[in-house]
């Protein structure tokens, strides 16, 4: 099957189609895969849900005692090579896991850290020694992880952190100083890979460092606005012996690392922020047929219909740009290693090519939750500013998610950033497309007799989009050139308008490959969120559009491109009032998030 497949690079779905045969959904998930996903889900049930406020008051030894637990069922390992003690799952596999596991609240970020940054930086960088010494007992939970880079002065500016490692004179090991803040898991970590700079480097180096080390002392648990249950600490660290050996890769290779397992960071948070909405949107629907105002369930008024529809539509689209992505680095994880790369290698390899896709779905898969969570107080009401409601809870929990794994602000810039760059590097060809789009604003626009085939709208809406945004980001580059990275408001509006391209995009070819198996008939509610979605995002597009233009172009340039925005984001008109009332009457029969 893979070598069927017309996987395009990264970045490229810009201006390449994509086929919907060749992208995974996860209405195809195999039974071994529902098997995983049903034990995670039994876990959250009896181990986690019971316990959210002991959790929250961070009992001593819950939460460790909970990934102990989470490590014997193999939860902890799932992506793990067998021969390290783990399962030995694709990326998609873990990802499935990753958005069971992500309605876990506080629990999920504690996994999260300790599967993801606890866990990836050794089993990638670390040599066999280090590996073999340290991934079975993280795989099992014997050993719990955590990640130290965040410095009180520097936080988006990793590479600017201060702690420091001179090598000691016999060469035995380096002598660390220094502070770290934000650890996540970092009260009961015994493993931890802490970054510095060695004597006058310009970039980083990371150690492996255990917790029985002389020199390292705690501050206590910070108090937060949410994730309560997540251990949180400064780490300070005082002449701290570490053995040349446990110099992690190679010297000065330290931020690498660090950017290289923060795209993996991206593309799972975005996974358990899907995972946490969907069940705030069941949560949402539950209450709403639960609670009665008027003599009827609130879930029979329109108001209510609309904010749980629109739950379900963003929901839908943000999945379906994280499985799709997950799936190309899965894809080219294969190649790689068909091309000869050792595994570790392969990995890195096939999560950078995706690097840009990893960034949008970071940003649109918190801001969904976001969303989500925010809607499903409203429907509670006065109840959902309780603490006695499980979505007050939700609410609290989500909002870190826009500044985990790089700011949401950060990340848009990289889109754009990591674009251009490729473009620069002759990976990608954005030139000749601009320019045909460019050419294209001179000519006689098409009053050709619509196509009303099924999914010919969405098609020739989706080429407007991308012509849309060659156009504004074209001309913003040739206009401002170098100083574009300052302008960082006209680098958002372009992020914006490439990430709605990508979930527009991946909704309409799960929705077209889902028809392609089922019918029309059957995929009713997801023809309805596809369309719903495209309708909502034409305007968006216009938006970001114009903002753009407006604070680069003037006069008859800036004419010409606002009368081709408004081609180019052209959309047929669409009930969204109807379509969004069945997408909400499937949700309230079935009494929970249902797609």
């Given at each position: ?265 991206r593309v799972k948070l975005a996974g358990a ?157 954005l030139m000749t497309p601009a320019q045909k ?159």
């Amino acid at each position: 099957m893979s070598e069927k497949k017309k996987t395009i690079k990264g970045g490229e779905f810009l201006i390449k189609d994509t086929d919907s045969q060749d992208i995974f959904i996860p209405e195809n998930w195999n039974e071994e895969q529902k098997m995983i996903a049903q034990t995670c889900q039994d876990f959250l049930d009896q181990e986690v849900f019971p316990h959210l406020d002991r959790i929250d008051d961070l009992e001593e030894g819950l939460m460790p005692s909970l990934l102990e637990k989470a490590g014997e069922l193999g939860l902890l390992g799932i992506t793990i090579p067998e021969k390290f003690g783990g399962f030995g799952k694709d990326f998609v596999t873990g990802m499935l896991s990753t958005e069971i596991t992500g309605a876990g609240y506080s629990f999920a970020v504690a996994l999260s850290a300790h599967t993801g940054i606890g866990t990836l930086p050794i089993l990638y960088y670390g040599n066999e020694a280090q590996k073999a010494k340290y991934i079975p007992k993280l795989a099992s939970g014997e050993w719990k992880g955590c990640y130290c880079l965040t410095e009180p002065g520097s936080g988006s500016d990793a590479n600017s952190g201060r702690t420091a490692a001179i090598l000691s004179e016999d060469g035995s090991h380096y002598v660390l100083n220094g502070q770290k803040m934000w650890i996540t898991n970092g009260g009961f970590a015994d493993v931890l890979t802490v970054f510095a700079k060695i004597g006058d480097d310009d970039n980083l180096s990371a150690f492996i460092l255990e917790k029985n080390m002389d020199g390292i002392s705690y501050n206590p648990e910070e108090k937060k606005m949410g994730i309560k249950g997540s251990s949180t600490r400064q780490i300070f660290f005082n002449d701290v012996k570490v053995p040349v050996e446990n110099l992690l890769y190679e010297r000065g290779k330290g931020f690498k690392i660090a950017l290289n397992i923060l795209n993996i960071g991206r593309v799972k948070l975005a996974g358990a922020a899907i995972g946490g909405s969907k069940k705030a949107c069941s949560e949402s629907v539950n209450y709403a047929n639960e609670r009665n105002q008027f003599g009827r369930p609130i879930s029979k008024y329109g108001a209510i219909r609309h904010k749980l529809a629109e739950q379900a539509i963003q929901i839908y689209a943000n999945e379906s740009a994280i499985y799709r992505c997950s799936q190309n680095i899965e894809d080219a994880i294969a190649e790689n290693l068909s091309a000869g790369m050792d595994e570790q290698q392969a990995k890195l390899k096939g999560v950078e090519e995706y690097a840009i896709e990893a960034a949008i779905v970071k940003v649109f898969g918190s801001e969904c939750l976001d969303y989500v969570v925010d809607e499903a107080v409203q429907i509670y009401g006065g109840m959902g500013y309780s603490a006695e409601s499980p979505v007050e809870r939700a609410y609290r929990d989500a909002r870190i998610n826009r500044i985990f794994e790089g700011t949401n602000e950060i990340n848009r810039m990289l889109v754009v950033d990591m674009l251009l760059k490729r473009a620069m590097k002759g990976k990608i060809d954005l030139m000749t497309p601009a320019q045909k789009v460019a050419n294209e604003l001179m000519s006689i626009p098409d009053f050709a007799e619509p196509d009303t085939s099924l999914f010919a709208a969405e098609k020739k809406a989706l080429a407007g989009f991308k012509k849309a945004v060659l156009m504004v980001a074209g001309a913003a580059v040739q206009k401002l050139m170098m100083q574009l990275a300052k302008e960082q408001e006209i680098m958002m509006n372009v992020s914006d308008m490439i990430s709605m391209i990508y979930c527009a995009e991946s909704t309409m070819l799960r929705v077209e490959k889902l028809v392609s198996q089922k019918g029309e008939e059957a995929c009713q509610n997801q023809i309805d969120m596809m369309q719903v979605y495209f309708f909502d995002v034409a305007d968006k597009m216009q938006k970001c559009g114009k903002d753009a233009l407006m604070a680069f172009a003037e006069e008859d340039e800036l004419r010409m491109m606002l009368m081709g925005l408004r081609r180019f984001t052209k959309v047929q008109p669409l009930n969204t009032k109807e379509a969004r009332r069945r997408i909400a009457q499937t949700l309230i029969e079935k009494n929970k998030y249902a797609f």
